[in-house]
């Protein structure tokens, strides 16, 4: 399950609060695509909820859409506390032009004040 956001009109965010699986992503995808006939580029805060899993086909589908649509995007503070997480999220932005940061999930607060700079 997810939650979504506005922060501002080009600040969106998405909330996982179950384990991030392909059909989860999917469901995120298509949240932020909504978002994007709005806006051409947009900062998108991405969270997972403590405890959740990160499966393999999940964090697949989020690298394919970030890819393919980098150009949507501006920043991205993935907020999780799973170190595995944001070491492989750190290591596949290296190609991107996209401002990648991760975050604990007790610096939430410092994610959101980023992301609305």
Not at 41 to 65: A, P, Q, S, T, W
Request: glycine letters at 4%; one cysteine or more; aromatic letters at 12%.
């Amino acid at each position: 399950m997810i939650s979504s956001f506005d922060l501002a009109g080009h600040v969106y965010g998405i909330m996982i609060n179950s384990d991030m699986t392909k059909e989860v992503m999917q469901e995120s995808i298509a949240k932020i695509d909504e978002k994007l006939l709005d806006h051409e580029v947009i900062n998108l805060y991405f969270e997972v909820e403590k405890g959740k899993r990160i499966e393999f086909d999940g964090f697949m589908e989020c690298l394919k859409y970030k890819y393919a649509h980098a150009k949507h995007f501006n920043k991205i503070p993935v907020v999780s506390d799973n170190k595995k997480f944001q070491m492989a999220v750190g290591i596949s932005d290296v190609f991107l032009s996209i401002d990648v940061r991760t975050f604990d999930l007790k610096e939430r607060i410092e994610a959101i004040q980023w992301i609305s700079e």
